[in-house]
């Protein structure tokens, strides 16, 4: 990872939650809406789920793990939760759970695919096997739920879905290949099912949107860390910490395995530089998903969007605008004289 490929924002970025997406001013907002959420029993899918309650929604947790901490920090704002137990990589199975929900809670809403994996491994060091695990975990387990929720949105021409993504998925990541293709797929396949839907004169009732979640310290991965502060919902405005000071946390190691580490030092010392720039409370991504559940950015629909990024700014540009320009999406350049042709 070069991190020189990476620009600086002119304008300062958020990394916490802020004005509109303020647990307050989004409280009630997706009432009666009934919302899955997948990998919710901890990390930032656990934030997710919160927030979706907080802004009224009932939640059906989604994950291999015990999700009963997020079902009780759910129901503690009056909304209705259950936990579901399901590979969101088999596909029989994501079926029957949806219809499960669908049975106990309702129709599906809200859609929020949260999960992820990252070997850390380049090619030369890895099997085909491993490589595919990772695509699927990432990449199969979105697209089998999209597959399973959006023809009942699409019959009631209403719902939202999001998908994490990455910034890898807009950059060449060496030593992390399956990383990197499955995020890119996500933000393409975003991009073309919102294409689908405007065809289909949906575009106003369905929005689909990728994000950034932001520099946020999870365990993706084998990026180790010890989490120093607990983070309690919520959220205030006082993270990250200091960059550089010990509160907050402490980095066991970089992300990736000895082997791989002993042949690329470089590269390892690189991504001990990288994890300082991971100071984004999860909520911030959280309060972003229930503020786009609500409707409010569907003249962003079909984008990539890093959640650090002011989302009252980005909107105001207007969505012919940055569609025309080709912002929030991805692309190739080619030199002058040269231009992608049909």
Request: glycine share 10%.
């Given at each position: 990872?070069?991190?020189?490929?990476?620009?600086?924002?002119?304008?300062?970025?958020?990394?916490?939650?802020?004005?509109?997406?303020?647990?307050?001013?989004?409280?009630?907002?997706?009432?009666?809406?009934?919302?899955?959420?997948?990998?919710?029993?901890?990390?930032?899918?656990?934030?997710?789920?919160?927030?979706?309650?907080?802004?009224g929604?009932?939640?059906?947790?989604?994950?291999?793990?015990?999700?009963?901490e997020?079902?009780?920090?759910?129901?503690?704002?009056?909304?209705k939760?259950?936990?579901?137990s399901?590979?969101?990589?088999?596909?029989?199975?994501?079926?029957?759970?949806?219809?499960?929900?669908?049975?106990?809670?309702?129709?599906?809403?809200?859609?929020?695919?949260?999960?992820?994996?990252?070997?850390?491994?380049?090619?030369c060091?890895?099997?085909?096997?491993?490589y595919?695990?990772?695509?699927?975990?990432?990449?199969?387990?979105?697209?089998?739920?999209?597959?399973?929720?959006?023809?009942?949105?699409?019959?009631?021409?209403s719902?939202?879905?999001?998908?994490?993504?990455?910034?890898?998925?807009?950059?060449?990541?060496?030593?992390?290949?399956?990383?990197?293709?499955?995020?890119?797929?996500?933000?393409?396949?975003?991009?073309?099912?919102?294409?689908?839907?405007?065809?289909?004169?949906?575009?106003?009732?369905?929005?689909?949107?990728?994000?950034?979640?932001?520099?946020?310290?999870?365990?993706?991965?084998?990026?180790?860390?010890?989490?120093?502060?607990?983070?309690?919902?919520?959220?205030?405005?006082?993270?990250?910490?200091?960059?550089?000071?010990?509160?907050?946390?402490?980095?066991?190691?970089?992300?990736?395995?000895?082997?791989?580490?002993?042949?690329?030092?470089?590269?390892?010392?690189?991504?001990?530089?990288?994890?300082?720039?991971?100071?984004?409370?999860?909520?911030?991504?959280?309060m972003?998903?229930?503020?786009?559940?609500?409707?409010?950015?569907?003249?962003?629909?079909?984008?990539?969007?890093d959640?650090?990024?002011?989302?009252?700014?980005?909107?105001?540009?207007g969505?012919?605008?940055?569609?025309?320009?080709?912002?929030?999406s991805?692309?190739?350049?080619?030199?002058?004289?040269?231009?992608?042709?049909?």
């Amino acid at each position: 990872m070069d991190l020189g490929q990476f620009g600086i924002s002119a304008v300062p970025l958020h990394n916490s939650p802020y004005g509109p997406l303020l647990p307050e001013h989004l409280a009630g907002s997706n009432k009666g809406k009934v919302a899955i959420v997948k990998g919710a029993a901890q990390g930032i899918g656990k934030k997710i789920a919160e927030a979706l309650a907080n802004s009224g929604a009932n939640v059906a947790i989604v994950d291999l793990k015990d999700g009963s901490e997020t079902k009780t920090a759910c129901e503690s704002f009056n909304v209705k939760a259950a936990c579901y137990s399901c590979d969101v990589t088999d596909v029989e199975r994501m079926r029957t759970v949806v219809e499960d929900i669908e049975k106990v809670l309702g129709p599906i809403d809200i859609l929020v695919k949260n999960a992820g994996m990252n070997r850390g491994r380049p090619i030369c060091m890895d099997t085909f096997e491993g490589y595919w695990r990772c695509f699927e975990v990432n990449y199969k387990s979105v697209m089998n739920c999209i597959f399973a929720v959006l023809p009942g949105m699409r019959e009631r021409k209403s719902g939202t879905i999001i998908s994490m993504a990455s910034r890898a998925g807009t950059h060449d990541c060496p030593l992390a290949l399956g990383y990197t293709d499955s995020k890119t797929a996500i933000i393409r396949a975003t991009a073309s099912i919102q294409g689908e839907l405007e065809m289909d004169g949906l575009g106003e009732t369905i929005q689909m949107f990728s994000l950034h979640p932001g520099g946020v310290p999870t365990a993706l991965g084998s990026c180790k860390y010890i989490l120093t502060r607990s983070y309690n919902y919520p959220m205030v405005n006082q993270w990250p910490p200091v960059p550089g000071s010990e509160e907050g946390l402490q980095y066991q190691s970089a992300g990736f395995p000895a082997d791989v580490a002993q042949r690329y030092p470089e590269a390892e010392k690189t991504m001990k530089q990288f994890l300082t720039y991971l100071r984004t409370d999860p909520g911030l991504c959280a309060m972003t998903c229930a503020y786009l559940a609500t409707g409010r950015g569907k003249q962003l629909r079909g984008m990539y969007l890093d959640v650090r990024q002011d989302i009252g700014r980005v909107a105001a540009r207007g969505r012919s605008a940055l569609q025309k320009a080709g912002l929030y999406s991805l692309k190739m350049d080619f030199i002058e004289d040269y231009a992608n042709e049909v």
